[in-house]
């Protein structure tokens, strides 16, 4: 039998990342595990056209980022799970979505995996490409998808 202990939640903060949310906490709830909250903000582009952030800048854009998705975070906590009966982390890393995501998941030795998708289909969801898709995919542990609805 399937017992996890150590849930891994990717947020985008979508209504789709709190049926994910829910449904973690439920099976965290039900097996005693422990929820690892995850957003990934995005890598900040150095330079435009003809003109390049400094350093001081560009580390100013990703601690503004990572302050306001750890605030949305608790924010989204607070709005999905009922009660605070089930250890939550929550923690914000810097890079593509779906690498972090993997990368997370072997060094937190991560039992299940739950990330929601969006629902795109045909040619929006193929040039868009799909990080629960790639997630599903790569990952070296179940993943549970849960579907969302456009």
Do not use: W
């Amino acid at each position: 039998m399937f017992l996890p202990k150590k849930i891994l939640v990717p947020t985008d903060f979508s209504e789709f990342s709190d049926k994910a949310l829910r449904q973690a906490y439920d099976l965290a709830k039900q097996h005693s595990a422990k929820i690892y909250f995850l957003h990934v903000i995005g890598v900040t582009q150095t330079c435009a056209i003809d003109y390049c952030f400094d350093d001081q800048t560009i580390n100013a854009i990703d601690k503004k980022a990572t302050e306001s998705s750890e605030n949305a975070m608790q924010e989204q906590i607070k709005r999905v799970v009922p009660s605070p009966d089930v250890e939550i982390e929550s923690y914000v890393v810097k890079g593509h979505p779906y690498e972090q995501i993997l990368k997370e998941q072997e060094a937190k030795k991560i039992d299940l995996i739950v990330i929601s998708t969006h629902g795109r289909t045909g040619l929006v969801g193929h040039l868009m490409g799909s990080v629960s898709e790639k997630v599903a995919r790569h990952a070296k542990c179940p993943v549970m998808l849960v579907k969302g609805t456009e």
